[in-house]
């Protein structure tokens, strides 16, 4: 097997400059976002009473499925031994690191006592899934964290494998903890169902990996590196897979709730009557988030690199919106205290919550996604992520 | 009355009694008491062990407290509970709030109507002090919790505001303190900003001997009669017997939770 | 676990502001704090030395007793030193930067977190009260109950 030599990217250019300071500017609003916040409290978002968890819910949560998806890409060179995917790994790994740390800064963030975060810390509650996640998402930077240091430092390679494995394992875990955080519900219809935590793990496998691809390919083309087209053409169809089974789990989950009686109001406000909720789930969520990439990906249009960009782009904004809906949608439905009868109240019982997210809550979120590309962006500076080249004489040579 | 509530009645009671007779702290009370561990003890005095209760003595899980609402007795229209609440409590009335969507709510009047019958019922909603309270299982730092007699209460020292618990609760009852209090709070009820809260089954009162809450003493006031606060825990209290007397449901009662909220009329 | 954590990161944060002070006396430094005497009342239910060094640990020791366990003794409560500290001019421990609390924990440097929850203010009328049968028991540290404005020293004291 040939070696792939990965070396640093020089990142003295104008345009590194600008991307790291554009980047480091969206770090500026959102911490001063949080600022914003902390210091007014939450009645300065959109936030309320019946909607309490906002955009920026919508935001931590996805980077953080996102953060266990992006991994795959290293799972499959070192747990399923597929060699092509080898030189892949190191981003793959950072880029985990990366979304996780902005994924987690946005949800501690927006937390009403953001200042007691070393309460969390210190105070467990081990029937909360809240609790057992803090131990995943703690647990998942330890052992990316060995796990690439094994791929970087030679004298620690044989190591890779075994601590490939362990990273593959506990990022299903954590995955299964960041449904389980909405399955473990419930008070809401929507939620309260195991098939949330094998549904974010599959959506984790798409968004991640689409990320991973629009990472992959900015990084190759502003430093002027050969990206070869067997690479992006093997995780063009790995990405129809997972797109593919996302839709087939969120059409399950919708199908086997129109089947029960009781869920059929709430699933008639996210289907049919939820407005801007059904206008996201249907036009977002499955349109934009799954047939369209679809649709690109499986047809002509897909070897080109310009539609697989907009079809990983599509999957991202998909990804989102499918948060939107889940996170906000759920929330945006009435509780429902006594079933068949109207309800009414001065605390908005028995009414569709409306939520209007506010500026600083955009911007913490995004805060959260710059957070993310940041790390990135310096790590590849520092660190030996990236091949020198992955055209696709060299990836050829690695399959032989 | 033992040997109806084997479980739960005048054996744990006795024991309660000794506990305050050898605390030597209030005579009349360990008399009470004493006079309790003897059969048919009036209800006043039972009332009295449980609701005297020392000060330097924990809460106790033989108590259990408890509300009866009796909606066909809650007067439409009438606010009265929600504003002794309010003014007990220290939260702004919804109606003079800035941000009416982000204002504390720790009691609402509930107005219901079937819509095949037209038949309207209305009550008061609050926390339900479950005895399995799902916003105790989700609470990561332990800060949401049950006290030992059944209230259940959130420790602000360590609440970190993440509204878990609010995403948990099937009856709403919760509410995150979205601004600054500004010293606005009552000396005896803190809460502040940044931090979720409830009903507390007025944890203030019930600890100073009261033995009753803000809500009920204001719908006795009223006339209405509807809400009886008491120990479930103990057969010859008042909320016991009519709870005996009358069919009472519990809201979302296919949750299971065991609630420490009955309804009757619902 | 957190409130060892929160007491260790306090005396650390103390120390640093007495050993801050203690090295810029030529300057002057931050105003020395004004402790106002207790309104009501001659003597704290501890000592005094006792308490400027303690009356953290005190009070998060009577605070989980009283929250959690429901004991609302009123030896150790805040809202029993509310009472007696809160100032004759403000109505209120925390309100300006010479009430009780805020005086001492500006000069320290050290943030306090009560009152974001606590009411400043005491119940009822700011006025002195005899010890009564509740607070007899307080009368034998009457003696040692000189007060004497608080030096540089003294603060540092504290902080060991």
């Known amino acids: 097997m040939a070696s792939i030599t990965f070396r640093e990217v020089e990142g003295s250019s104008l345009k590194y400059w600008l991307l790291f300071g554009g980047l480091g500017l969206f770090v500026l609003f959102g911490a001063l976002s949080w600022n914003y916040m902390h210091h007014y409290g939450h009645v300065v978002t959109g936030m309320d009473n019946q909607i309490v968890w906002g955009l920026p819910h919508v935001f931590a949560v996805f980077l953080i499925v996102a953060a266990s998806g992006a991994l795959n890409v290293a799972s499959i060179a070192s747990v399923f031994n597929k060699p092509m995917y080898k030189p892949l790994a190191p981003l793959s790994a950072i880029l985990a690191i990366a979304l996780m740390l902005g994924g987690l800064l946005v949800l501690v963030l927006d937390l009403g006592r953001s200042d007691r975060l070393i309460v969390a810390m210190t105070h467990f509650n081990f029937k909360s899934m809240f609790t057992w996640n803090v131990f995943l998402y703690s647990g998942f930077f330890a052992l990316v964290g060995i796990y690439l240091w094994t791929m970087l430092d030679r004298t620690v390679k044989s190591y890779s494998k075994a601590a490939g494995t362990a990273a593959f394992i506990w990022r299903l875990l954590l995955t299964t903890g960041t449904g389980s955080l909405f399955g473990f519900l419930i008070a809401r219809e929507l939620y309260g169902t195991a098939m949330l935590a094998p549904m974010f793990i599959i959506m984790s496998f798409a968004y991640g990996l689409a990320v991973y691809l629009m990472v992959l390919a900015a990084a190759y083309s502003w430093t002027g590196r050969a990206l070869g087209d067997t690479v992006m053409q093997r995780l063009r169809y790995l990405l129809v897979i997972f797109v593919a089974a996302v839709l087939y789990f969120v059409v399950t989950y919708h199908m086997t709730n129109l089947y029960f009686t009781k869920l059929h109001a709430v699933e008639a406000f996210i289907l049919r009557d939820g407005g801007i909720f059904t206008t996201l789930f249907w036009f977002g969520q499955i349109l934009a988030g799954c047939v369209i990439p679809l649709v690109i990906l499986l047809t002509g249009l897909g070897r080109q690199r310009s539609w697989i960009m907009i079809a990983c782009a599509l999957v991202i904004l998909g990804g989102i919106l499918q948060m939107y809906v889940t996170i906000i949608g759920a929330q945006a439905y009435p509780l429902d205290l006594f079933p068949g009868l109207n309800e009414k109240s001065s605390f908005f019982d028995g009414v569709v919550h409306s939520y209007m997210p506010s500026v600083p809550e955009l911007f913490l979120g995004l805060g959260g996604v710059a957070v993310a590309l940041l790390v990135t962006t310096f790590a590849v500076k520092v660190l030996r992520l990236l091949p020198e080249s992955l055209d696709d004489a060299t990836v050829a040579k690695l399959e032989h | ?266 | 676990m957190a409130s060892l954590m929160q007491r260790a990161s306090r005396a650390a944060f103390l120390a640093a502001a007495i050993v801050w002070a203690g090295l810029l006396p030529a300057q002057g430094g931050a105003p020395k704090p004004v402790i106002e005497k207790a309104v009501k009342g001659q003597q704290c239910v501890e000592d005094t030395e006792y308490m400027r060094k303690n009356h953290m640990k005190v009070l998060n020791h009577h605070r989980d007793k009283t929250v959690i366990e429901g004991i609302r003794t009123k030896k150790h409560s805040l809202k029993e030193c509310i009472n007696c500290h809160a100032s004759e001019k403000t109505g209120s421990v925390a309100k300006s930067k010479d009430d009780f609390c805020v005086s001492c924990h500006t000069y320290a440097a050290v943030k306090i977190d009560c009152f974001e929850c606590h009411s400043t203010k005491p119940q009822g009328p700011m006025t002195m009260h005899p010890l009564n049968a509740d607070t007899a028991h307080y009368k034998h540290k009457l003696a040692a109950g000189a007060k004497k404005p608080v030096s540089v020293d003294d603060m540092a004291k504290v902080a060991q």
């Open chain 2, 1 to 266: 009355m033992s040997e109806m509530n084997p479980n739960q009645g005048s054996p744990a009671r006795q024991q309660a009694a000794q506990t305050v007779e050898s605390l030597q702290r209030r005579r009349f009370i360990g008399a009470a008491g004493a006079a309790a561990g003897l059969a048919i003890a009036p209800g006043v005095m039972l009332i009295e062990v449980a609701h005297g209760r020392p000060e330097e003595q924990a809460a106790s899980s033989a108590v259990r407290w408890g509300m009866l609402v009796d909606a066909t007795k809650c007067g439409t229209g009438c606010n009265d509970c929600v504003t002794a609440c309010s003014t007990e409590n220290g939260w702004t009335p919804v109606a003079e709030s800035a941000h009416p969507k982000q204002a504390p709510q720790w009691i609402r009047k509930l107005e219901l109507q079937d819509p095949l019958t037209q038949m309207e019922t209305n009550l008061p909603m609050m926390c339900q002090h479950c005895a399995e309270p799902p916003c105790v299982d989700v609470c990561p730092t332990g800060a949401s919790f049950k006290r030992a007699d059944g209230i259940v209460l959130v420790n602000r020292h360590t609440c970190i505001g993440c509204r878990y618990c609010m995403m948990a609760c099937p009856y709403k009852a919760r509410s995150l303190v979205h601004e600054q209090l500004n010293d606005t709070q009552k000396p005896d009820v803190p809460r502040g900003i940044g931090c979720v809260e409830s009903c507390t089954f007025c944890v203030q009162k019930v600890d100073r001997g009261d033995g009753t809450t803000a809500c009920v003493e204001a719908c006795t006031a009223s006339g209405h009669n509807a809400l009886v606060f008491g120990d479930m825990n103990d057969p010859e209290s008042e909320i016991s017997r009519k709870l005996r007397e009358i069919p009472t449901k519990q809201v979302r009662a296919d949750l299971n939770l065991n609630l420490g909220v009955r309804y009757h009329g619902i």
